[in-house]
């Protein structure tokens, strides 16, 4: 009888990454998770239902009456809380930009086999709950705690290994992060596909460490092993490399399309004249963007920034553009406050993480009035 | 200089339909365009964000306050209507199904460059506003009217044609449709990827009729000829068949997949013992679920069904399984009261349209307890 491993031993972690057309996982990953549709970059919060969603495994279902969430091994003082009781603690809202470590993927060549983000992977939403740090700290870690894991109640097989999904940080972390406890997203109970009833946000960070349907919380004392942790989301120059965690995010920008589009290649169509292109930025480690700057094919603007609504929301930009005929590339680069700037081409990194390089919008302009 | 139709004259559309991998405008499909979760089909309501989005260009802006619906040429007594003028009006909600007519395009061999859906382009949602007929009828179409189009906001280009997303109904389909003038989808103002701040809804017949961001409403004293209309959504046996139009959903089934799912392939694992399997049939042409049978590899086990909540919403089903250890394809398959039964194999059109075929899903069994 075929074994587990051969079962699940899945093709996109085995082959080495190469080019070309896409494969059949590859597709059916494209169509399980979703993206944000670009021209929703106009609104300062990503409408309900267009946030980007990555789920590793399925949906779980869980009960809002009966869920707890509990403070289990590592902790001298453990306890478990109630959706209520959570709701009863001091409330936060905070408008949060995430971004899956893997958007961008599809331009990392060569590429790996896994979800092929292009540049969809973004959204930014006001998440409601409460801080984290006084609830640890309340739960007293051992002394010899060096970090705190959060697992889910999604469970499934990846690389082989059956596991719920699990990701670790440290108290430091916690605290300096602002960490949410998060039962709300956009005024609203959570949606079933965001984690409902109870996720974490860890702002400033990719999106693997905001871990959705939290079911328990432990403190280790010894590095956390889970697959999630030490087994994907690292930074590898080759696949046999250990590599180092992906973290925060990377400065990033990205442009609303003008004109209209073609249906199925997503060209766009404009006639000339004066435009207004306009976009968002983001980046992580505690910085601010500091310029974002717009080429229309021959040189770079610079653009004008809007303050976001918090630490942890993207800038808006906007720039003026005299379109001209022709066929050109539009792309856009933002630079932040630690002085690092987006990259011309994509980085190498063997799961494709992390890709930051600028966007490229193919559009043709007319003349107008259209002769 | 390239031309307009250089640039728009999409690969898809000159194409010759072909197997093998996807390709890139496949892949920018796919990431755009998103299905529902085939966890979620336990929902009798799809959750709100997970119902199927297949967005022909970009999401129009359209201001609730101020817009209006106009009803145009071709009647005698046109009027405009504000969104507080069609809530003043006599409300219904309808819990409907609606699916993609390419749903199931990648099964179809060989296959189309277009949007390749595997199953998840279905969902259903309550949908509140007010019924189409009488306010056509107080418009007063012309007496040689012969077909009623609607047209959107929406505006891009399609196999080199510039338009405005556009789809007509004979005055008869309109009626005896129950077509639905909508404002509110589960409870909730229409979220802006799903057509706010106006839409119709065409319960029973494939989404594409469904037109979002609503504007106008004209008669016709000759057939439509809109693109969307006469050329695409038409079933056709080559590509340069003018065929016959796609209208009524086919009987339909799929089941939420057992077990824990594997990361990137979608295989499942499962240990052995009773299962309680379960999914959703639906029809259209005024057919309800007749029947639904469960096949675990070896026979056909007939379903349990639940009498859907309206005309045009979907059944529930469910089968219970004794899953014995092993390799299986699972698969369900629905008959409707006009005696349609699923084929086993998709059937070949050139488009990928309707393709009703059993869904499968790859499961591995192991002895309970594990050993």
């Given at each position: ?305 809007t303050p976001p609504a918090g630490r942890f929301g ?58």
């Open positions: 009888m075929t074994t587990l491993s051969d079962i699940f031993n899945t093709p996109g972690a085995r082959a080495d990454a190469q080019d070309g057309p896409f494969s059949d996982d590859e597709l059916r990953l494209s169509n399980r998770n979703s993206g944000t549709l670009l021209e929703m970059l106009k609104h300062d919060v990503t409408p309900t239902g267009l946030h980007y969603l990555l789920i590793h495994f399925d949906v779980p279902s869980l009960d809002t009456q009966t869920h707890t969430l509990k403070f289990g091994s590592g902790f001298g003082a453990p306890f478990s809380l109630s959706l209520d009781d959570i709701r009863a603690l001091p409330q936060i809202t905070m408008p949060v930009t995430l971004e899956c470590a893997g958007n961008g993927r599809t331009a990392v060549s060569p590429r790996t086999r896994s979800m092929p983000w292009s540049y969809e992977a973004v959204g930014t939403s006001e998440w409601t709950g409460t801080l984290l740090a006084p609830l640890i700290e309340r739960a007293c870690p051992n002394a010899d705690t060096v970090e705190i894991v959060f697992t889910g109640a999604d469970r499934g097989f990846d690389k082989g290994v059956e596991h719920a999904f699990g990701r670790s940080l440290t108290l430091e972390q916690i605290a300096s992060l602002d960490v949410l406890l998060v039962h709300e997203m956009n005024g609203q109970p959570l949606l079933p596909q965001h984690g409902a009833p109870l996720r974490i946000i860890v702002p400033g960070w990719y999106g693997m460490a905001s871990v959705k349907w939290l079911s328990t919380i432990e403190a280790l004392n010894q590095p956390y092993q889970g697959l999630q942790q030490v087994g994907t989301y690292r930074y590898r120059n080759h696949k046999d490399d250990p590599g180092t965690p992906v973290t925060s995010l990377r400065v990033k920008s990205l442009m609303e399309p003008p004109g209209i589009p073609d249906w199925s290649t997503r060209n766009r169509y404009l006639k000339a004249g004066p435009v207004t292109v306009a976009g968002r930025a983001w980046s992580g480690n505690g910085s601010s963007i500091s310029k974002v700057e717009f080429n229309d094919g021959k040189r770079w603007h610079t653009a004008q920034l993207w800038t808006r930009w906007v720039c003026q553009w005299e379109a001209v005929p022709g066929e050109h590339v539009l792309s856009c680069r933002a630079t932040d406050s630690n002085g690092d700037t987006q990259p011309l081409e994509p980085r190498w990194d063997a799961s494709g993480f992390g890709n930051n390089a600028v966007q490229q919008v193919n559009i043709y302009v007319e003349l107008s009035p259209r002769v």
